[in-house]
C-alpha cells in the first residue's frame, strides 16, 4: 500500500483557542489570494449565482413531480425518471463551480486503482471506476460532496449517488424534497431510529429495475457516499474527536477526525452480496495551514462570490475488497477502520509536507492474456462539463410541460367561447 511509508512526525494538533485562532485567520493572507471582485461586483455574483443555483433547483424540481405519477403505474420508469433528475443536479454542481469558483484538480491514486483514472485529450478526467460500489471519504469542507458529484460525472454515475445525511436537510424547501425523490438517506444520529431507517433504503438501493439507466447488471447502479466522521473537520468535531480519544486511551488524528463504524459496518454487512468494493478518497484543500479548518477560509462567499477558492483540490484514491474487510465482529472492523483512517491521517501529513498526495505510476504486467494497467501519476484537470450546453437539458422537461399547459389552456378557453356563443 502506498501509505505504508509514511510516519506520524506531529503530535496531535491541541484545539486553539477561539480569539487566538481568528486573529492568526485575519493577520494571514487568504490562501484562495486577494479578494478578486469588489463588493458591488460579489453582489451581482450573489445574485447570478442565486437566479441560476434556485432556477436549476426549481426546474428540477418540477421534473421531479412531473414523474411522480409513474410510481404508480411503472416503478422501472419512475426510477430512471428520478435517475435523470439526480444527472440534472450533477450537471448544476459541475457546471456551477466551472463558473463561478473555477479550481485545479488534482487527483492520484494508489496501485489499486490502476488503470481506472486517466485524462482525456480534451483535458478532463474520465473513471472507470465500478457501477456498484461504497464509497468513503474524510470531510474537510461542506463542498466535499460538490467534488464527489463531479468524480461520479466523471465516471457517467451522477445519476446513482446516493448520500447519507443528517436529517435536518430533508427540511430545506425544495431542496429538501427534491433529495427525498433522490433517496438520499437521512439520519438522526440516533442509531435506535435510523437503523431501521437504514435497513429500507438498502434494500430499495439492493433491487434491481429494467428501466432506461438502470446500468448493465442484474442490480441498479448504485453509488453510496458516507463520510464516517459523522461531520465536516471544525473546532468543535477537533475537540469532540480529542475528548473520544481521551476517553479511550488512543492517540487522536492530526488532520482528521476519528471515524464512527457503526453505521459504516451495517451498511457493508448489507451490501456485501451485492457490492465487490469499497473506495476511499481522501481529500485536502491547498493552503490551510496546520491546526486551522478549511470550513474557516473557503466559505460559500468568499468560493463563489470573493472569487478565493482553494487554488487545488486534491484527492487521493484507494480501494479495498469488501471479502477482504472484517465484518464479522464490530470491535474488530472498527480497528480496522481506525487503523485506514490513520493511514489517511499520514496522507493528510505527507500532503501538508510535500504540497501533494503520493501518486502511482507503475505499470501491471500482462498476466494470463490480460490488459496490463498503468498508474496514471498526477492528472490535474478542472470540474466542468464535457459539453457546455449540457445544462440546457436540465430547462427541457420543465418547458415542455409549460408547453402543454399553454395548450391545454389555449383549448380551454376556446372551449369557453364556443359555449358562450351557443
Known amino acids: 500500500m502506498a501509505t505504508n511509508g509514511l510516519k506520524q512526525r506531529h503530535p496531535p494538533a491541541s484545539v486553539p483557542d477561539k480569539k487566538e485562532e481568528d486573529t ?68 448544476t454542481l459541475t457546471t456551477m463551480t466551472n463558473w463561478w469558483a473555477p479550481v485545479k484538480m488534482r487527483v492520484s491514486g494508489d496501485e489499486s486503482v490502476r488503470g481506472q483514472m486517466r485524462k482525456t485529450e480534451d483535458g478532463r478526467l474520465e473513471c472507470d471506476f465500478p457501477e456498484r460500489m461504497v464509497l468513503i471519504s474524510n470531510h474537510q469542507i461542506y463542498t466535499d460532496w460538490v467534488y464527489l458529484w463531479w468524480v461520479a460525472y466523471a465516471s457517467k454515475m451522477h445519476g446513482h449517488l446516493y448520500i447519507i445525511l443528517k436529517e435536518s436537510i430533508r427540511y430545506i424547501p425544495i431542496i429538501g424534497q427534491g433529495m427525498l425523490f433522490y433517496g438520499f438517506i437521512f439520519l438522526s444520529r440516533k442509531w435506535s431510529k435510523d437503523k431501521e431507517r437504514l435497513s429500507y433504503r438498502l434494500k430499495k438501493l439492493n433491487s434491481s429495475h429494467s428501466g432506461p439507466l438502470s446500468g448493465t447488471q442484474s442490480l441498479d447502479p448504485m453509488w453510496l457516499l458516507i463520510f464516517p466522521e459523522g461531520t465536516n473537520l471544525s473546532k468543535n468535531g477537533r475537540a469532540g474527536s480529542k475528548k ?63 472569487g478565493r477558492p482553494p487554488k487545488s483540490v486534491n484527492m487521493y484514491w484507494r480501494r479495498f475488497a469488501i471479502k477482504d474487510i472484517p465484518m464479522a465482529d464490530e470491535k474488530i472492523f472498527g480497528d480496522w477502520l481506525l487503523e485506514r483512517w490513520r493511514e489517511k491521517d499520514n496522507l493528510l501529513e505527507y500532503y501538508v509536507e510535500n504540497g501533494r498526495f503520493p501518486a502511482d505510476s507503475g505499470t501491471t504486467p500482462y498476466v494470463n492474456g490480460a490488459k496490463y494497467a498503468k498508474g496514471a501519476g498526477y492528472i490535474e484537470t478542472e470540474v466542468r462539463p464535457k459539453n457546455p450546453l449540457e445544462v440546457l437539458t436540465i430547462l427541457i422537461p420543465p418547458a415542455a410541460v409549460a408547453l402543454v399547459l399553454n395548450v391545454i389552456v389555449k383549448v380551454v378557453n376556446m372551449m369557453l367561447r364556443i359555449l358562450r356563443i351557443k
Open 244 to 306: 473520544w480519544a481521551d476517553k479511550n486511551q488512543i492517540p487522536d488524528m492530526r488532520h482528521a477526525m476519528l471515524p464512527r463504524s457503526t453505521g459504516l459496518l451495517y451498511c457493508l454487512n448489507e451490501l456485501k452480496d451485492t457490492v465487490e468494493y469499497m473506495y476511499d478518497c481522501t481529500v485536502a484543500y491547498e493552503g490551510v495551514p496546520r491546526g486551522q479548518y478549511g470550513q474557516d477560509l473557503f466559505t460559500l462567499r468568499s468560493t463563489y462570490f470573493q
Open 24 to 91: 492568526k485567520i485575519a493577520e494571514q493572507q487568504h490562501p484562495g489570494g486577494a479578494i478578486k471582485h469588489g463588493v458591488w461586483k460579489q453582489g451581482l455574483r450573489m445574485l447570478l449565482f442565486a437566479v441560476y443555483f434556485n432556477g436549476c433547483c426549481v426546474c428540477i424540481f418540477i421534473t421531479q413531480l412531473t414523474g411522480a405519477p409513474l410510481y404508480f403505474y411503472n416503478k422501472d420508469l419512475f426510477y430512471a425518471w428520478m435517475a435523470m433528475t439526480k444527472q440534472q443536479f450533477g450537471i
